[in-house]
């Protein structure tokens, strides 16, 4: 390894390129958009699968459109997948911070048909080229994200990598 690899590596902020049998997860809390593609690039992420029920966001960047258009701009594509998104009321629960109701909230969603359908489409987007998972938060512990990614890997054998964006301000990782 040489140059920018070296360097990162030094500075603690390497993240090696991703294998092909490994999914990551991302989420864009309290990050900017920049910061979030250099994330996705240092991976070597080539597609983003947005598990978002509502691709919306008050983030500048991270709404469907501007997020799709953003990452094209980056050689990185993007899919929509809002079968594996959480409903109205899990997001509630989460914010809420009422973990029982948002996990079962979610687990219902994700054992609907519709969902069924969109995890096989997930499989085989991830099967075909490096790819993450992407929702709001950061902290993966408190986003539906890692369900969807335990599904995943639990059906076809993918590797969870969870990305966290450098410079995203003010998180703090969940301690155990």
């Known amino acids: 390894m040489t140059g920018l690899g070296v360097r990162l590596r030094r500075a603690g902020v390497y993240t090696p390129p991703m294998d092909t049998d490994e999914l990551a997860t991302i989420g864009y809390e309290k990050c900017g958009f920049d910061d979030f593609v250099r994330c996705l690039r240092e991976a070597g992420v080539r597609q983003v699968i947005d598990v978002r029920d ?10 469907k459109r501007q997020l799709a258009a953003g990452l094209d701009a980056a050689g990185i594509g993007y899919h929509h997948l809002r079968a594996l998104g959480t409903p109205a009321a899990g997001r ?3 914010r809420r911070r009422r973990w029982d109701e948002f996990w079962r909230i979610v687990d219902d969603r994700l054992a609907t048909p519709e969902a069924a359908f969109a995890l096989a489409e997930a499989a085989e987007l991830a099967s075909a080229k490096p790819s993450c998972l992407l929702c ?25 990598r969870h990305l966290l964006v450098q410079g995203a301000v003010g998180h703090t990782p969940p301690s155990r």
């Open 92 to 94: 509630e629960a989460n």
């Open 54 to 63: 509502l691709p919306l966001s008050r983030r500048a960047g991270f709404s």
């Open 136 to 160: 709001y938060e950061a902290a993966v512990c408190q986003c539906h994200r890692l369900r969807v990614g335990e599904r995943l890997s639990a059906s076809h054998g993918f590797r969870l």
